[in-house]
């Protein structure tokens, strides 16, 4: 899909991180702005940034845990612009780090209501108006976790790979009945985002609890780029219609690796 002036892109979890790039990113190109967030004042600084750049904006502040809070967001934008043409489903938060069986509820559910049902939130509330144009593009954010299982993460990864398997289901069907809406699943490694920040807030939160990897991945994934860095990289995704992409070659081969280990592992009990 072409970027260009005239066009409307939405961005959840747009008031900092990755969000905030692909939105700064995407105001390079002419698009007008929906942005949408949990932290009011932290989007309302953005929302103040990106429209000094020349493009109109429009804040919209909502949970994505909240299906009602997202098609509001939907519905704000098609009254403000009449139209949206990209969508992209990024906000999302992580957790300390432990044996899945001593997650707390609250911080499981937590974790899945935004990581995962903030996406399918998102893709109940905005496909339906790409499907009417018969044209656009839908960004769904997943990670490295999305590919490669990290041990003591099984909330995240779970809520990860979830939003692999939506995008992949979304993808199959808009072949069928919209082609002309391109979908593309973003896996980033380690991207310097404030998203360690949303660990302090949880559920149950521990202040001492680490918010990093208790081991590094032996790979180029552990190394931290900048969010502009990520954000260049889903708009050459958006314009090449590539589904699934990466931030650091080690997310493809973390990737590789572990498909090719469970295709070794599948069998058919005789």
Partial sequence: MQLQRGQVAVITGAAS???????????????????????????????????ATGVATLEAVADVRDAEAVEGVAAAALERFGRFDVVVNNAGVSAGYGPLWEVPADE???????????????????????????????????????????????????????????????????????????????????????????????????????????SAPPDDSAIIIPAEDAAAIVVAGIRNDHFLIGTHQGVIDNGRARYAALRDEIVLPA
Avoid: M
């Avoid at 991180?17 to 190109?29: D, H, K, L, N, S």
């Avoid at 049902?117 to 905005?126: E, N």
């Avoid at 593009?137 to 398997?165: D, M, R, W």
């Avoid at 998203?195 to 990093?212: K, L, M, N, Q, V």
């Fill in 17 to 51: 991180g990755i969000g905030r790039a692909i939105a700064a990113a995407f105001a390079t190109e002419g698009l007008d702005l929906v942005l949408s967030d949990v932290d009011a004042r932290a989007l309302a600084e953005a929302a103040t940034e990106l429209a």
């Fill in 108 to 214: 499981l559910r937590w974790i899945l209501e935004v990581d995962l049902f903030g996406v399918l939130h998102g893709i109940r509330a905005f496909v339906p108006h790409l499907v009417q144009r018969g044209s656009g593009h839908v960004v769904n954010i997943s990670s490295l976790a999305g590919v490669a299982v990290i041990p003591f993460n099984g909330p995240y990864n779970t809520a990860k790979q979830g939003v692999i398997a939506a995008s992949e289901t979304l993808r199959a069907e808009l072949a069928q009945l919209a082609p002309g809406v391109g979908v593309t699943v973003v896996c980033p490694g380690r991207v310097a985002t404030r998203i360690g920040d949303a660990a302090r807030s949880r559920p149950h939160a521990d202040p001492a609890a680490p918010t990093h990897l208790p």
